[in-house]
């Protein structure tokens, strides 16, 4: 018996610690559905899990780890290494100072506001400028367009899992004009999920089209960034929004 633990206490101690990948996603149905779920919900999440992890897994022996926290706390976390991979974020000048970016985009579409269904009535369109002195709400953290301060719109930001359904409900109740999104795919799904009839999604079509990344910690080894890019290439194809 002293022999069998002797054993066990050895080969615990001799075999290789595996190394943890720390995974986040930021709520943006119909993208990610539930951030805050281990793991996420939503069709990016499922794409990860099926298409990039099980192969990290076999190639550099990782376990994945889901950390949970508000969009503007996984920012931060991205950059004080506290987590290695975070998906999907708009890449902008300064955030390319503090984190890495995958090498192509993985969603590249233009960016939706909800409003109310008189605005702009029997159009699904409108332009940056329609917006000018209004006030909208947009996730805490996120980056605003320059065409925001141009046209002096005002903005308010919150967090959370259940973000799109306070928001919207400040668009219902007339407290703000308009929810902003950089993916008119998420607001369109944010108005048929919390099923606000008064409300519709347009398209901001006179500013170019967005595109959102997985972004990586400046620490996280370049083999594994490098993996993850190649994954990505090879098995973007296979994405599915699930409206």
Do not use: C
């Amino acid at each position: 018996m002293k022999f069998i633990f002797l054993f066990l206490v050895f080969f615990s101690l001799s075999s290789p610690a595996r190394e943890l990948l720390r995974v986040a996603a930021v709520q943006g149905p119909p993208h990610v559905v539930n951030a805050e779920a281990n793991p996420p919900q939503g069709s990016g999440p499922d794409f990860m899990v099926k298409y990039i992890f099980p192969e990290l897994k076999k190639k550099f022996k990782i376990n994945v780890v889901w950390k949970s926290s508000p969009f503007k706390r996984e920012l931060r976390d991205l950059e004080n290494n506290q987590i290695d991979v975070l998906f999907f974020i708009v890449k902008t000048p300064e955030r390319e100072k503090i984190f890495d970016y995958s090498a192509e985009p993985f969603i590249s579409e233009h960016a939706g506001i909800i409003v109310h269904k008189d605005f702009h009535k029997g159009k699904n369109s409108a332009s940056m400028s329609d917006f000018a002195g209004k006030t909208v709400g947009l996730m805490a953290g996120a980056s605003m367009p320059p065409e925001f301060k141009q046209y002096k719109i005002k903005t308010i930001t919150l967090s959370g899992v259940d973000l799109g359904e306070r928001l919207s409900n400040l668009v219902e109740t007339n407290r703000i004009d308009g929810v902003f999104v950089h993916l008119s795919s998420v607001t369109r799904e944010m108005v048929e999920t919390n099923k606000y009839p008064n409300l519709k999604s347009i398209e901001i079509t006179d500013i170019p089209m967005y595109k959102v990344y997985v972004a990586f910690s400046k620490k996280l080894s370049p083999e594994i960034k490098n993996e993850i890019d190649s994954l990505l290439k090879a098995n973007r194809k296979y994405y599915r929004a699930k409206n």
